[in-house]
């Protein structure tokens, strides 16, 4: 038996311009992909909608969208496209680490309970850019097209994902300061009453015509982050190596893989996702969540305010400051234009998410397409337009 | 570190008057999943280290006897979690596995919605070195399809222990995490790299001699990614506490509202979380006396009933896997599954064999032993292997 390891502090490998060149290499190329789901199976839509904390019964419930309304089937909350593909489109550049920086979504119509969903991710964009997070970094840019089973484009999806060294984000310690809230009891009921109080639109429809700019959405809470959220998350959109395929993996990029400094066992990078140690190696100051996971947040948001019948067409989020465990998130929007597009009843949405100490963690603006009182005027579930 | 409240429930005489008031009666129990797919026959196997085809290529299945892809035996977990967990009552009293036997009728396949009927089957109270006063329950679990065939059936017993009484014994007092080195683990790679699996060739029941000894498998480093992020088709959702009702954030929140002494609250932060988390997290699990985040036991059943499967290649059929978890299996460990044949016989016209099954640590402690049964194909005309 080995002596444990040493616990001096792992050196991870930095920026080359030949790592930036290869990374360049592959823009344009279709990435293979490990795929976790393709069948949008009844149980696969309903697990997401939970696994997000979706109180919308449009999206919750197996029979509500088939009886209730007129699209006639369960659908998927939009951002459920992640698990057909995860957008985590980061790669070349072994041992400098991925973090999910943004997307941009647009979505032609929902995916139907029974669709088949495949995705094409590609790499879009190589930039380098510099920040306080870590000094030098590079931006990857992606372009998921997700594809039903009639080779329709449902949706498309242009990740945003920031490589970051980890030994100069450690010696930044940008968020090093930060530790975990603690909460004081009315806090904590704050939290319950919002959750309880939580409004749906729901089958009222959302007219364009009673929307007025400056109006709010009702705000929702998503928090105090916890393991069981992360699992439900992860379990549901996947990325997760098991077994035989984690040490495939680490033999074909061991720079790729997170060693535990106390006993040399090679783990994955998500494990930050659960465990503080791991993600104090890459500048982060505890575990942390996916950054995925408030996009979907705010959708949630941006689909409890419009309605059963609306349609959430683009979404564009930027993600600005981690969410460690135990932050609560609280999602709130405004209305900022109002439009007509190609005939179509358009609003425009500000939106953010801000954590319990008022920090704003992402930012973002989105595009609804809402009812209408005009009768000439179709509904979003009887238009089906280009993405 | 973090401090964890005094919010333990207590092992009273009524709690298991309430359990043992349910003995006899069969429960209809909602679906765990309302479609097997295949998504979730792929994700159950991967998720388990399983890569036999039969389980992950939809292709491969329709060339074999049973003309269909078929799910790996110990998928009906997923319908319901064969373990007490499952049960409930005697809230904010820890539960731990100590087992499974799990009788395996027929195939599950695509398509195919699998409901669980089960009742609580025997309960007593013990004292153990363990953690003191405690009770030990099992439960059946019936698995019927859509045709209302028996599947298969399960027992899942565990043993209900207070949780500070469990961390104040100090059992696994003096075991330390496993340093791994290059060498280790090239060795589990090789394993790996080298797992037989039997296939398409016939293993007729009439060549197995006694003694003889099966291929072993290993899965390891455990990894707590592995642990927590198997979701609804890897391990089924571990809480047991029904259907598609919980989720994540508000519906965390519900079910500590519904089930009152469920929740662990964190006394540093003030936040609840869930009481399974001793699975992820090193604080939670020596709380409980666990030397740190440990499996869920069931794919501990799951790798034995590999073992075998890969054995009895597609022509043959894991009858019944039945194990005594003796240990815990904790985060780094490695264990090997070994079985050797101890009997043969001939029921009506199944040729059975039995096997003598052992999981084993990198420490070379015997965490799993248990046994199965299989049936073979014959060269006798007339025999029979259930599919």
Redesign the interface.
């Known amino acids: 038996m080995t002596e444990a390891m040493t616990t001096e502090r792992t050196s991870y490998p930095t920026l080359t311009p030949e790592g930036i060149a290869a990374a360049r290499a592959l823009i344009g190329v279709p990435l293979r992909r490990r795929v976790y789901t393709s069948l949008a199976s009844r149980e696969m839509l309903l697990r997401y909608a939970k696994a997000i904390g979706c109180r919308n019964s449009l999206y919750k419930d197996p029979s509500y969208g088939l009886l209730n309304t007129a699209w006639a089937a369960l659908i998927g909350h939009p951002t459920a496209l992640y698990c057909f593909d995860d957008t985590f489109v980061a790669p070349k550049l072994a041992g400098i680490h991925a973090i999910y920086a943004g997307v941009t979504f647009k979505w032609a119509y929902p995916v139907r309970a029974g669709d088949t969903i495949s995705a094409e991710a590609k790499l879009a964009a190589v930039e380098e850019k510099e920040g306080a997070f870590c000094g030098p970094m590079v931006l990857q840019t992606g372009e998921v097209v997700y594809t039903n089973q009639y080779g329709r484009v449902v949706g498309r999806a242009v990740p945003r994902i920031l490589r970051t060294p980890r030994d100069a984000a450690r010696d930044r310690g940008k968020y090093a300061g930060i530790s975990r809230h603690q909460y004081k009891a009315e806090e904590i009921d704050a939290i319950m009453r919002a959750y309880i109080d939580e409004e749906v639109r729901g089958e009222r429809p959302r007219y364009w015509e009673e929307v007025t700019v400056g109006d709010a959405l009702p705000p929702i809470v998503k928090g105090p982050l916890t393991t069981e959220d992360m699992n439900f998350f992860m379990g549901e959109v996947g990325g997760t190596l098991f077994f035989r395929e984690f040490l495939a993996h680490w033999r074909r990029h061991p720079a790729a893989v997170f060693r535990d400094p106390e006993t040399g066992m090679p783990d994955s990078w998500d494990s930050s996702l659960l465990r503080d140690t791991p993600a104090r190696e890459f500048g982060f100051p505890a575990a942390h969540d996916s950054g995925l996971q408030r996009v979907a947040w705010l959708d949630c948001l941006i689909t409890n305010w419009m309605g059963d019948l609306a349609f959430l067409r683009r979404l564009d989020v930027r993600l600005v400051r981690p969410v460690i465990h135990g932050d609560t998130n609280w999602c709130r929007g405004e209305v900022t234009e109002k439009r007509w597009e190609q005939g179509r009843p358009l609003v425009d949405l500000s939106v953010r998410c801000v954590n319990q100490d008022g920090d704003v963690t992402a930012a973002g603006t989105a595009t609804v397409e809402l009812l209408s009182h005009d009768v000439h005027v179709a509904p979003p579930c009887l238009i089906q337009p280009e993405v | 570190m973090t401090k964890h409240a005094k919010t333990v429930g207590q092992i009273t005489d009524e709690g298991i008057a309430d359990l043992k008031a349910r003995i006899g009666a069969y429960y209809r129990s909602g679906p765990y999943?309302?479609?097997v797919?295949?998504?979730?026959i792929r994700?159950h196997a991967?998720?388990?280290?399983d890569?036999n085809p039969l389980y992950v290529d939809p292709a491969y299945g329709p060339t074999t006897r049973y003309g269909h892809m078929v799910a790996h035996p110990t998928y009906v977990d997923l319908i319901l979690h064969y373990t007490v967990a499952a049960l409930g009552g005697l809230p904010g009293v820890h539960v731990f596995h100590s087992g499974n036997d799990v009788s395996f009728f027929r195939s599950v396949r695509p398509g195919d919605t699998i409901g669980p009927t089960y009742r609580p089957y025997s309960v007593e109270e013990k004292h153990g070195k363990f953690a003191g006063r405690m009770v030990l329950l099992d439960m059946e679990i019936i698995y019927r399809n859509q045709r209302d065939e028996v599947v298969a059936r399960a027992h899942g017993p565990g043993f209900r222990v207070v949780r500070q009484q469990a961390r104040d014994r100090g059992k696994y007092a003096a075991q330390r995490?496993?340093?791994?080195?290059t060498e280790?683990?090239e060795a589990?790679?090789a394993a790996?790299d080298g797992?037989e699996i039997h296939g398409d060739k016939p293993r007729y029941w009439e060549d197995v001699k006694i003694g003889e000894e099966l291929p072993p498998i290993v899965?390891?480093?455990l990894?707590?990614?592995?642990i927590?992020?198997?979701?609804?088709?890897?391990g089924g959702r571990?809480t047991g506490a029904g259907g598609?009702t919980?989720?994540?954030?508000?519906?965390?929140?519900?079910e500590y509202m519904r089930r009152a002494g469920y929740a662990e609250r964190d006394a540093?932060?003030?936040?609840s979380?869930?009481p399974h988390?001793g699975h992820?997290?090193d604080d939670f699990a020596r709380f409980i006396g666990v030397p740190g985040a440990y499996d869920v036991a069931v794919q501990r059943t799951a790798w034995m009933a590999s073992l075998v499967t890969n054995w009895v290649g597609d022509h043959g059929w894991l009858r019944r896997i039945w194990n005594q978890f003796r240990r815990f299996n904790v985060e780094?460990d490695t264990t090997w599954v070994r079985g050797r044949v101890v009997r043969k016989w001939i029921e009506g016209r199944q040729h059975l064999v039995e096997l003598e099954i052992a999981g084993t640590n990198q420490r070379g402690e015997v965490s799993t032993p248990g046994g199965a049964w299989a049936v073979l194909p014959s060269k006798h005309p007339g025999s029979f292997v259930p599919k």
């Open positions: 999943r309302l479609d797919t295949v998504d979730d994700n991967t998720n388990n280290g890569w995490k496993q340093p791994y080195d280790a683990l589990i790679w790996y797992e899965r390891g480093p990894r707590i990614v592995e927590a992020f198997r979701g609804w088709s890897g571990l598609l919980a989720g994540a954030h508000y519906y965390q929140f519900e540093a932060t003030g936040v979380d869930h988390r992820w997290e780094g």
